[in-house]
């Protein structure tokens, strides 16, 4: 073979290996966009515009979908528990044991700040009441003082200096 010959086989094996590197290229892209179409068929199925009919399980890996039920699960619990009033059938159906056992907690203790509340502005609206009587009763204490030592000094004394009540004197001490 001549030097010619060799030149016209090495043309024609680096076409070869362009056409092949080509097609195996393009399967990779065409792979590749196969990959990408479906991607972009997970995003839509599992994004907050997604179609109802969108079914993630079929259009995702498992691992995605997995993590995209637990997230639907706790954005349902968070809504049921943010929810006034509160949806505990919701939270029951959504929310994890201990979520809903925090969640029980959390409304024990606002059940038990409500009662202690009311017991405190009871305490507060007795403890103003007697402090009103106490205060009406010192008063009345003041007024009856005041009076029986005005009868005292306008009351008649006897020689000895001694007051002399009569029914009159006697009526004013004791009201």
Known sequence: MTLRGYFGLAIIALILSLAAALAWQSGQASKYRKLDVGHRA???????????????????????????????????CDQALSARPEDTHGARASCSTPVQTLAAQRNAARSDLEDKTAELARETGSRKAAIARAAADASAKAERKVRREAADEAAVRDADGRTVCDAQCLRIRTR
């Open 42 to 76: 997970c995003i839509a199925a599992i994004g907050p515009k997604a179609r109802p009919d969108a079914i993630p399980a079929q259009l995702c890996d498992p691992a995605i979908t997995r993590h995209w039920i637990a997230s639907s699960r706790a954005a349902a």
